[in-house]
């Protein structure tokens, strides 16, 4: 299968793919609730995000309270884990506005067993919140396709791009062993078995991320930024990629904006099952593929979406 490519709804993009396409990995990274349409930069001088005078073009619709959303996310969600492989990963990104309503109605949908945890990114740019304590983080939900297929999920821990370095507190307290190569390292006896580990190996990476800087996808001066409104860094989405899928493996993002999880994907030796309803993030993603020189298959006659 090479990679597919489609402008439209999530669900339809779902119903029009062959049947034998299935997703070993998911990222959806919806509108999060934000109250106004969102505007992309396409020319010098016009400004990206909530609509304002100086905005460029519409990219997407972000007025629907949490309720409405999670609404229209809920049947999308549920053909998604149609299309998701045994042993598949979703990640859902949100933030504080609508990931708690997410969270009850993916638990409806896949099973409360099957919530794999979650991932606390850290962007690092302008806190927002006229009172109280400033919102600087987003949360991505992960679940698995079933409860009963928590233990076939793939996560592979030993990527070094998944590796953080122990504490110093950790370092000077436990790894008090060198072994023939001159390398540190601790033992810990668990169930009876001994487990030695390297401090040169580091630690398996923690749930909160706040090493991905999201400037780098937004910023004019990056060539990473297409202009697109809320572009993840393709920091973040190798690291998902790279974390929860084999290469050759199908991963999936059927809200993908500009394109940040099809070019993670590509770069990474999967494939891609790409799709978005918004006329510019199509637009955007397939410059933005033609870019990176990645060929693929578009998927043709699916209907015009219509508003949600
Ligand atoms: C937050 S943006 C995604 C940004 C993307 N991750 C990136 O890095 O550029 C959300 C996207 O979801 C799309 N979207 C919203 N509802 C959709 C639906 N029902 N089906 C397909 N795409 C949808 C919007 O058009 C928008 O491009």
Known sequence: MSHLFALGDAADVCAALPSEVRFDLVYL????????????????????????????PDAYDDRASADALVAM??????????????????YLHLDHRAVHDAKVACDRLFGRGAFLGEIIWAPGNGGRGARGFSVTHQTILLYARAASERGQVVYNAADPTLREPFAETSLAMHFKHRDDDGRLYRERVLGGKAYRYYADEGRRLGSVWTDIPGMVANTPLRREATGYPTQKPVRLLERIVRASSA??????????GSGTTLVAAARLGRRFVGGDRSPLAFATARARLDREGVAYSLIEDIPAAQPS
């Open 73 to 90: 996310l809920a049947p999308r969600l549920e053909a998604i884990r149609d299309r998701m492989a045994e042993g598949a990963t979703l």
């Open 247 to 256: 290469p050759g493996a199908t991963v999936a993002d059927l809200m993908c």
């Open 29 to 56: 990274d919806p509108p999060f609730g934000v109250g106004t349409t969102m505007t992309a930069r396409a020319a010098r001088g016009q400004a990206r995000g909530r609509r304002r005078p100086e905005s460029g």
